[in-house]
Every structure is written in structure tokens, then in C-alpha cells.
């Protein structure tokens, strides 16, 4: 049974730095993608990548900013963001699919299992 776990958000003004986490189990070689949604807004994919390695794509309105990484000792999943804005505010999600070939889809629809989420709250 696939488990996340979400943790790491919080409040931080804008311009600073957080680091969510995702601690996994239950799978091996899969898509993992992280995701936001803000109040109002549809849930949107941003980053995306196979946990059994290759590179991560990322969504246009975070490149540069975010960084995911992976501790595969510990099957924890991170997501820095640094200089955030306002706009980050969001509710955070990891999620993983089935990895089926090429790359893995920004798509939500492709993601089956989801975390709780974290909150991230960006001030001015």
C-alpha cells in the first residue's frame, strides 16, 4: 500500500526559503509529482520525475525556484522552494502513478495516490 506523508510547510515571507517534505513507502520505480492548489484555483503539477531516477521536469512558473530531490536510504522526497512569492501560497501535495515509459505527465489525472498536503503561506 502506497503511503505519503507530507510535511515542511508554513508561513515564511516572500523572498525567503522552505523545504517540504514527502516520506514514502510502498513502492519502488514510479512517477512522483508534486502539486498545488490554491483556494479558487485547480490543483497544478509543479514538478514532476521517476522515482527510479532520471531528470525532473518542472512547471514554467517555478523553474529556478524549486528543486526536488530524493534521500533513497530514508524514501524521502523533498521539495526546496526558494525566493518564494505570494503566489506560491498554496496547499502542497506529493502524488505517484504508475510510471509507464518517457516522462512522467503534469497531469493529475495520472496520479492515484496523494498526501494529505502541507500548507505553504506566503506573506509580502
Known amino acids: 500500500q502506497v503511503q505519503l506523508v507530507e510535511s515542511g510547510g508554513g508561513s515564511v515571507q516572500a523572498g525567503g526559503s522552505l523545504r517540504l517534505s514527502c516520506t514514502a513507502s510502498g513502492f519502488t520505480d514510479v512517477c512522483m509529482g508534486w502539486f498545488r492548489q490554491a483556494p479558487g484555483k485547480e490543483r497544478e503539477a509543479v514538478a514532476a520525475?521517476?522515482?527510479?531516477?532520471?531528470?525532473?521536469r518542472y512547471a514554467d512558473s517555478v523553474k529556478g525556484r524549486f528543486t526536488s530531490s530524493q534521500d533513497n536510504a530514508k524514501s524521502i522526497f523533498y521539495l526546496q522552494i526558494d525566493t518564494v512569492k505570494p503566489e506560491d501560497t498554496a496547499m502542497y501535495y506529493c502524488a505517484t502513478g504508475r510510471y509507464t515509459g518517457g516522462y512522467c505527465y503534469f497531469n493529475p489525472v495520472y496520479y492515484n495516490y496523494w498526501g494529505q498536503g502541507t500548507q505553504v503561506t506566503v506573506s509580502s
Open positions: 520525475f521517476r522515482t527510479g531516477g532520471g531528470s525532473t
